[in-house]
């Protein structure tokens, strides 16, 4: 029984991202959630009594599954060279290859009428990401935290520009255009 509920829950959370990513915050009711998974909106209130508490669980899944994937940037036997250009090839993948806004960015977009609970999971994965960043960027040029974290939020800010600029123009060749000084870096 258990398991049961644990698939709808993850139903609901997949369903939930897609429509998210395909067109932000507002782009879904519990009807189309339900409808998308098969059961009824009482359902979906079941598991997440607001749209603010499912979006906010979609947001920290998407924390705990990007954290996984993310190697330790301590650790001396990886190159930071291959981290950053790691980071930025899966930026791409996302982005390009796959044609979609990631989910950070259609619900940053959206931030004015976020609740609070999902401003600050989607705080908690920016701030993952920045952390993580600016471990690789102090390892790589061997600089204070200051410096690594200006370094971090610059690249940051580059691709998150760059997907923008591919989505609203349809010509992918301009993430490489965007991250081309920073792809040096990774030489």
């Not at 800010?157 to 301009?174: K, W, Y």
Request: charged fraction near 20%.
């Amino acid at each position: 029984m258990s398991i049961e509920k644990n698939d709808t829950k993850t139903n609901i959370l997949d369903a939930a991202e897609r429509f998210i990513v395909q067109g932000g915050y507002n782009s879904f009711s519990f009807r189309d959630i339900a409808e998308a998974v098969g059961i009824k909106s009482a359902s979906v209130h079941y598991h997440y009594p607001t749209k603010g508490d499912l979006v906010a669980a979609v947001m920290a899944r998407y924390t705990e599954l990007f954290s996984q994937l993310l190697p330790n940037p301590k650790d001396e036997r990886l190159d930071p060279r291959v981290l950053l250009n790691g980071f930025i090839n899966g930026f791409k993948a996302k982005i390009v290859e796959q044609r979609n806004m990631s989910l950070c960015t259609m619900l940053t977009s959206d931030k004015s009428i976020l609740p609070d609970e999902v401003c600050t999971e989607l705080s908690v994965f920016y701030q993952l990401k920045l952390t993580w960043l600016s471990q690789v960027f102090a390892r790589l040029d061997q600089t204070d935290e200051d410096t690594a974290l200006m370094q971090a939020s610059q690249l940051l800010a580059c691709l998150h520009g760059a997907s923008i600029l591919v989505q609203g123009t349809n010509q992918p060749v301009f993430f490489d255009h965007a991250l081309s000084s920073w792809r040096k870096r990774c030489d």
